[in-house]
């Protein structure tokens, strides 16, 4: 059945070529875990990406219930969490998420260092992965402080005060980031749509020119 | 096709297990997500309390009266106080409250209201009319009575449920 709706798309469209341009190629032996199986390493970047998946598609859900208001954010989040059915799984897997996004990225990076993958001519890709990597810090930031409790007050305190301290441009960056001198409603709003559209849309393009450069210039060589 | 004849290639094998991991995988991520999006929708939805008019039974009459009243709706985290009234009589022994919501479209009804319809309940939106009990009298808009309240008397006074459709 479903072979047959896949040629008869495929008869008109031609959609194989497609699809084995992105998903047919092989798996060079060194990053073979089945050859050998210390090449497991050469899966935390793959590892690292399924999670951002799964943070994409439990925000996704949270959103239906979360309202970035000073006055509904802890409600609305305490709601979710205690009377949705599953709200609290979903909610679970958003936050444990967030910090194994980072352990698996931290893992890759190191991977990718000591197998000396950085050097030419993949300088570029560490480059996109380094902007990854604070982007993926960004979205940890600004999403802590969404449940709007005094846990995430404060950490948001103390992290725009770390950012007043920078040099010259402190207070501009202090001041933009929470939209105002205040602490408040405009920086809820602010972190709100950081984290939920401009991050997220630099996290994809950057993820696109990341697995491009990787198809493009191939699996770096064995050790 | 029989048992020996079925031979699975190494592929096939391959991709039927990865299919079907992958698909555990993915199952096992969406279900919660998509179990918590439906929960509005698969929510039972509980039966109302009974709330006091601060009106006692013996202050009823035979003629229908307006009481107003308070009901606390709870919209998920947001709970808010919300006015509702009803029309309410004796008939009898029984005690009659009756919405007044009309069944048309939605505007409110006054009993005895329109002097050219005594002894109605009158809408004044598009003329739709009601008899004493609810009832809709035929050529005007409304297609079905006035919503009926479940009543209860608690120590003499007069307590309303929710409304029912008859």
């Known amino acids: 059945m479903l072979q047959k709706v896949y040629d008869w798309v495929d008869e008109r469209l031609d959609i194989t070529p497609l699809w084995r341009d992105i998903a047919d190629h092989e798996v060079p032996e060194h990053v073979n875990p089945a050859h050998h199986f210390s090449a497991f390493v050469y899966c935390f970047g793959g590892l690292t990406f399924f999670v951002v998946v799964i943070q994409i598609l439990s925000g996704m859900f949270l959103t239906m219930y979360y309202v970035p208001d000073i006055i509904n954010a802890y409600e609305s989040v305490y709601y979710l969490q205690n009377d949705v059915t599953h709200g609290m799984i979903v909610r679970g897997m958003h936050h444990w998420g967030a910090s194994l996004v980072i352990v698996m990225m931290f893992l890759h990076t190191l991977r990718v260092f000591f197998t000396g993958s950085y050097k030419k001519p993949r300088e570029l890709n560490w480059v996109v992965g380094v902007l990854l990597f604070f982007v993926l810090l960004g979205l940890g930031f600004t999403g802590y402080l969404l449940p709007w409790d005094m846990k995430a007050y404060f950490a948001t305190v103390v992290g725009l005060e770390i950012a007043e301290s920078a040099p010259v441009i402190g207070g501009f960056a202090k001041t933009l980031l929470a939209g105002g001198e205040i602490i408040g409603a405009q920086t809820l709003t602010r972190f709100f749509a950081i984290h939920v559209f401009f991050l997220p849309g630099a996290l994809l393009g950057l993820l696109g020119a990341h697995f491009f450069m990787i198809r493009k210039q191939g699996i770096s060589g064995p050790l | ?166």
């Open chain 2, 1 to 166: 096709m029989s048992e020996k004849k079925h031979r699975v290639s190494r592929r096939q094998f391959l991709t039927y297990t990865l299919t079907g991991v992958g698909g555990f995988m993915a199952a096992g991520m969406l279900s919660p997500m998509v179990r918590m999006a439906l929960d509005p929708a698969l929510e039972a939805s509980g039966g109302s309390d009974f709330i006091s008019v601060g009106i006692g039974e013996d202050e009823l009459t035979g003629e229908p009266q307006r009481v107003d009243f308070n009901v606390e709706i709870v919209d998920a985290w947001h709970t808010s106080e919300q006015s509702q009234s009803a029309w309410i009589y004796k008939e009898g022994d029984e005690i009659v409250a009756l919405s007044p919501t009309c069944t048309h479209l939605g505007c409110t009804v006054n009993w005895d209201a329109n002097e050219d319809y005594p002894g109605n309940y009158f809408c004044p939106c598009h003329g739709g009319r009601f008899e004493k009990d609810g009832t809709n009298i035929a050529g005007t808009p409304p297609t079905r009575p006035l919503d009926i309240y479940d009543v209860e008397v608690r120590d003499g006074m007069v307590y309303l449920g929710q409304t029912n459709e008859r």
